[in-house]
């Protein structure tokens, strides 16, 4: 692809991002075990012009850390009028960025005027019961689907009809480490009837960023060099560059990652990234390729075409350039440049 073709696409992202009407959003993260959750969160925060969240769920393991995280993360950016519903706790997971959090409580976050909805499910149920004509909703769904499971099974399907889903899950084609053979991706295989419930929902819109494509969302030098120079005198680029530090210390460091990453070089994958990105530029995809393929997802927690059983699913399958670096790397200029300048 030309350089000059590429600046289209730049200048295309710009332009949407300025005269797009914000769009009512909810997400869905596991912040804490991954790093790329912070990322997603911190780019959505960053772009109010597009993004009005009305609630963050956290889901899966032990919520409340995650909860805590994300009480941090909407204190910096003094949003304490976007609320944080708990899901429910299935366990004990190693929580490496809540060591960035752990001297903010979800009392301190409420005395300082935010909102906890303790049975979090109920909260995600309300607040997507808002959903009509008139109020179309984003769901960025990047955490294991637990909690999405059990609220689609009390949700008229009615309204399902005004949510447009952007989740990253699955595996088609390629696996983890850009294997031939797909994987049984995270998000599916912690809850596969989850996921199997959220992959038979008839959404108004269903598009999926799988490992295929996610597994190239690293952000390095130049844009990452850029985005450090920032650091004495910008508290959102302090926010990422300290809570990653805190993640790569404890244990971070050992993620599976196509190309080697530190705090000084780079991100980690930002899977989840993609999927935030995606549901900004709705209905562009512009540097994705997407494919409305039929999928299930299996017993055993793979995503497979099946053109009998499978729903209709956009798949963003590959970037539009050659070298999908070429394209991930525009992505990751525009989300830390936003980030820099929100
Ligand atoms: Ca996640």
Redesign the pocket.
Known sequence: MKISTLFLIWFMISINQIYTKPILTILD???G??Y??QM?LTYILANPSIFDLKLIICSTYNTTARGQIVAKTLAIFDRFNVPIAIGQNTGTDNMLEYEWAQNYTLNQFQNDGGIVYENGEEALLKEMEKANVDNIYNLIE??PTTSLGHVLQHLQPETLKYIRLFA?AGSIYRGYKNSSQPSKEY?IFVDIPAAQIVFNTSWAYFGLVPLDTTIFMQFYNPEWQTFLLFYNQNKYVQLVIDSYTVWYNNGGNRSAALKPFSPENGTSTM??VLAAFLAANYPRALTMVVQELPLIVTQDGFTKVDSILGKQVNVSMAFLTSDPYTSTELIGITVLDSIIYS
């Open positions: 993260t596991d912040i075990s991954d790329d959750d997603a990047i955490s990253m998000n899977y989840d």
